[in-house]
C-alpha cells in the first residue's frame, strides 16, 4: 500500500520561501507511469493544483503559480518536494502530495500539512 | 473560479439517492473519458471515488457510481447513510494549460 507524508515548516514569514517534502513508502517513487503532485487547499475553500513532477525531472506547473514554484525529486530518498517563493497570506492552506496517475486520477494522498503564512 | 462546476450543496435524507452534477467544456468533461470524483470528510485528505467517469476503486462502495453525458459528469449515490455527509470534489483530464482541473466542490448533507 503506497503512502505519502508530507513534511515541513507550518510557518512561513511574507516573502519568504515555502518549503515541503513528500515522502512516499511502500513502494518506489520510480516504479510504474506516474506523476507525483503537490495540491492545496485555503481554508473553507476547493483544491487547487499546484503542479507535478515525473521522476525524469519533467515538470508541469499551474500557471498562475508558475514564476513561483519549483517541484523537484530525488529518486534515492523516494521524495519529491516543493519550494513556493515569495509567499503572501493568500498563499496559506493545507498542501497534499498525490499520485498522479492516468487521466484525472490522484489515487493516492498524503495527510496534508497546514503551512500558515504570517509575520 | 473553478474550471469544472458544482453546485455548492445538496441534500438527502437515509435512504435517498442524490446526484451531484459537475460541468465542463468539450476540452475536459465532454472530450474525454477521464473524470475522477472524491469525497473529503473534514479534516481530512481527499478519496478517491470513481475514476475514469464510472469506475470504482477496490474498496469503495457500490452505492456510488458516476456517469457523463456530454460535458456534465455526475456522481450517484444511492441509499444515502450518515457517513456520506462530506465534500465532493470532480476532476477532469484537460487539454488546457493545466493537465488535470477540479470542479469547486459539492457539500452534501444528510438531513
Known amino acids: 500500500q503506497v503512502q505519502l507524508q508530507e513534511s515541513g515548516p507550518g510557518l512561513v514569514k511574507p516573502s519568504q520561501t515555502l518549503s515541503l517534502t513528500c515522502t512516499v513508502s511502500?513502494?518506489?517513487?520510480?516504479?510504474?507511469?506516474?506523476?507525483w503532485s503537490w495540491i492545496r487547499q485555503p481554508a473553507g475553500k476547493g483544491l487547487e493544483w499546484i503542479g507535478r513532477?515525473?521522476?525524469?525531472?519533467?515538470?508541469n506547473y499551474n500557471p498562475s503559480l508558475k514564476s513561483r514554484v519549483t517541484i523537484s525529486v530525488d529518486t534515492s530518498k523516494n521524495q519529491f518536494s516543493l519550494k513556493l517563493s515569495s509567499v503572501t497570506a493568500a498563499d496559506t492552506a493545507v498542501y497534499y502530495c498525490?499520485?498522479?496517475?492516468?487521466?484525472?486520477?490522484?489515487?493516492?494522498w498524503g495527510q496534508g500539512t497546514l503551512v500558515t503564512v504570517s509575520s | 473560479q473553478s474550471a469544472l462546476t458544482q453546485p455548492a450543496s445538496v441534500s438527502g435524507s437515509p435512504g435517498q439517492s442524490i446526484t451531484i452534477s459537475c460541468t465542463g467544456t468539450?476540452?475536459?468533461?465532454?472530450?474525454?473519458?477521464?473524470v475522477s470524483w472524491y469525497q473529503q470528510h473534514p479534516g481530512k485528505a481527499p478519496k478517491l471515488m470513481i475514476y475514469?467517469?464510472?469506475n470504482r476503486p477496490s474498496g469503495v462502495s457500490n452505492r456510488f457510481s458516476g456517469s457523463k453525458s456530454g460535458n456534465t459528469a455526475s456522481l450517484t449515490i444511492s441509499g444515502l447513510q450518515a457517513e456520506d455527509e462530506a465534500d465532493y470534489y470532480c476532476?477532469?483530464?484537460?487539454?488546457?494549460?493545466?493537465?488535470?482541473?477540479f470542479g469547486g466542490g459539492t457539500k452534501l448533507t444528510v438531513l
Open positions: 498525490a499520485r498522479d496517475g492516468v487521466g484525472a486520477t490522484y489515487d493516492y
Open positions: 511502500g513502494g518506489s517513487i520510480s516504479s510504474g507511469s506516474y506523476y
Open positions: 513532477i515525473y521522476t525524469s525531472g519533467s515538470t
Open positions: 468539450s476540452s475536459d468533461v465532454g472530450g474525454y473519458n477521464y
Open positions: 475514469d467517469v464510472s
Open positions: 476532476s477532469s483530464y484537460t487539454s488546457s494549460s493545466t493537465p488535470k482541473v
